[in-house]
Nanobody, 120 residues
Framework: QVRLVESGGGSVQSGDSPTLSCVAS?????MAWFRQAPGSERKFLGY????????YYATGIEGRFTISRDVAKNMLYLQLNKVRPEDTAVYYC????????????????WGQGTQVTVSS
């Protein structure tokens, strides 16, 4: 089973554009980002799979956040553009071997999460 490790979180200021990283221990078809704010359910942000056109963002995410993938390095990135206090959450990387969608139940491997705290 693939293992995932996120990094890049921390305390940032409103308007900053931090980049989160996720490294996988092996190749997997689909890698995705989710986030979970305090008191809220985990929410899908977007995914990238191995197809040239294999990307998808949740509504309202494209343009604010950018997901990229370096397949050769087994890396997935999430650039948070001009963050706001409401972007404060734990950000999770997830992977699935065979398919991609927006449902958390479709992903069989999760990282431990990385906390992003945005102050105004």
């Amino acid at each position: 089973q693939v293992r995932l490790v996120e990094s890049g979180g921390g305390s940032v200021q409103s308007g900053d554009s931090p980049t989160l990283s996720c490294v996988a221990s092996g190749l997997t078809f689909c890698m995705a980002w989710f986030r979970q704010a305090p008191g809220s359910e985990r929410k899908f942000l977007g995914y990238r799979n191995l197809r040239p056109d294999g990307w998808y963002y949740a509504t309202g995410i494209e343009g604010r956040f950018t997901i990229s993938r370096d397949v050769a390095k087994n890396m997935l990135y999430l650039q948070l553009n001009k963050v706001r206090p409401e972007d404060t959450a734990v950000y999770y990387c997830a992977s699935a071997l065979n398919s991609c969608d927006a449902s958390a139940e479709s992903y069989d491997t999760w990282g431990q999460g990385t906390q992003v705290t945005v102050s105004s």
